[in-house]
């Protein structure tokens, strides 16, 4: 932000030249800043970012067109490697991430919900020392109804062998995570990031082409209004689940929220506070979303706005990965909401002991 001294180097209104300033406080220029140097390590990581931007805006220019488009929409007709079938924008948008990386010099390997094993790209090795892990397009049921979709990422060190198709390395907890976040499409397009400095927010700007800085060090309240959960699978929850929502029920100072859509229901935790829960159902017993492209990076984000996110039993970023496309039960969002959701399950484990 400029104080008054700066502004006198500019000869337009003081208004005028803070919405300037706003509107140069690109992203890239954001993680710079974040990174407070200019070393190698701090170019690559910004760089990085820019391509993730980049992906986004690919996939919400398309998004925007599809419903006019003539094959953008709909089903492949085959299934990926959990057994959902695919639709054609998820394959785009995966096709995009990979695009958008490649002779890059920076990411060495990607792993993606939809691809059974990392793509390699040989020739940023071993430049590019970065594996980036991703859901392309999460929540791309909405996209039937024309609502909100989301992409979420997560940015780690690349330890192991380029060529070890297993990525062993991958199969660690959510503490190594070097930066997460994921972007929006809705009415908007929005970019969220950290990179453990804060969580910040971008608003992509279509005329310019840019994500300018909307909000910086984005706190999430200790306790909201919010809960977020599919109420249609109470039949399959445990009974601590049916718990906590009869509890919810019954207080005053709740309101349900559900998109249907990952990011989006959590975009909106994030700002006014409350929980996201997805937790294990009689068909998933580990829920549905997958630890590594969801879960641990919505966890690292939600924890550095000052937040908390459970299995329901452990720190989500705890959880070490016994396989790449691992699912796991989520409680995410606000410190105390998180908290209260855990005391059910607490409760129920101390009945069921007796
Ligand atoms: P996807 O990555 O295959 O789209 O699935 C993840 C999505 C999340 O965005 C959302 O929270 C959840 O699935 C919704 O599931 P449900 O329809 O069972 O409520
Ligand atoms: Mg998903």
Same mark, same amino acid.
């Given at each position: 932000m400029l104080n008054t001294q700066t502004w006198e180097h500019f000869q337009i209104h003081p208004e005028e030249a803070q919405a300037l300033d706003r509107d140069c406080t690109t992203l890239s220029r954001h993680v710079l800043q974040q990174l407070n140097s200019f070393s190698p390590d701090a170019q690559d990581i910004s760089a990085l970012m820019s391509r993730i931007a980049l992906a986004g805006k690919l996939i919400a220019r398309r998004l925007t067109r599809a419903g006019l488009l003539e094959d953008a929409l709909g089903f492949t007709g085959t299934v990926n490697v959990q057994g959902e079938s695919v639709k054609k924008m998820d394959i785009y948008s995966n096709d995009v991430f990979i695009s958008v990386f490649k002779q890059s010099g920076l990411v060495c390997r990607l792993a993606s919900e939809e691809m059974e094993k990392p793509y390699y790209i040989p020739e940023n090795c071993p430049v590019g020392r970065y594996t980036l892990?991703?859901?392309?397009?999460?929540? =791309?049921?909405? /996209?039937?109804?024309?609502?909100?979709?989301?992409? !979420? #990422?997560?940015? $780690?060190?690349? &330890?192991?062998?380029? &060529?070890? &198709?297993?990525?062993q390395d991958l199969l660690q907890n959510g503490r190594?995570?070097?930066?997460?976040?994921?972007? /929006?499409?809705?009415?908007?397009?929005?970019?969220?990031?950290? %990179?453990?400095?804060?969580?910040?927010?971008?608003? /992509?700007?279509?005329?310019?082409?840019?994500?300018?800085?909307?909000?910086?060090n984005i706190k999430i309240p200790e306790h909201g209004p919010i809960y977020s959960v599919?109420?249609?699978? #109470?039949?399959?929850?445990?009974?601590?689940?049916?718990?906590? %929502?009869?509890?919810?029920?019954?207080?005053?100072?709740?309101?349900?929220?559900y998109g249907g859509a990952l990011v989006g229901d959590l975009h909106r935790i994030l700002y006014q506070g409350g929980v996201f829960l997805y937790p294990g159902t009689v068909k998933k017993p580990e829920g549905k979303l997958r630890l590594l492209y969801e879960s641990a990076p919505m966890a690292y984000l939600i924890e550095q706005a000052g937040g908390r996110a459970s299995t329901g039993t452990e720190e989500i970023l705890d959880v070490v990965a016994e396989k790449?496309?691992? $699912?796991?039960?989520? %409680? !995410?969002?606000?410190?105390?909401?998180?908290?209260?959701?855990? =005391? #059910?399950?607490?409760?129920?484990? $101390? %009945?069921?002991?007796?």
């Open positions: 892990l991703y859901d392309p397009l999460d929540g =791309s049921s909405n /996209l039937d109804t024309n609502l909100n979709v989301g992409s !979420i #990422f997560s940015i $780690r060190q690349q &330890e192991g062998n380029d &060529e070890d &198709e297993s990525a190594k995570q070097i930066g997460a976040g994921y972007i /929006l499409y809705g009415p908007s397009t929005m970019l969220v990031y950290s %990179i453990g400095t804060g969580v910040h927010a971008f608003t /992509l700007d279509p005329s310019l082409g840019e994500f300018i800085q909307a909000n910086e599919n109420e249609g699978n #109470f039949w399959q929850w445990d009974e601590s689940m049916r718990d906590y %929502i009869r509890y919810v029920h019954r207080h005053e100072g709740y309101t349900a929220r790449l496309h691992q $699912r796991t039960p989520l %409680i !995410i969002g606000s410190k105390e909401d998180v908290a209260l959701v855990e =005391s #059910f399950i607490k409760e129920q484990k $101390r %009945i069921s002991q007796v």
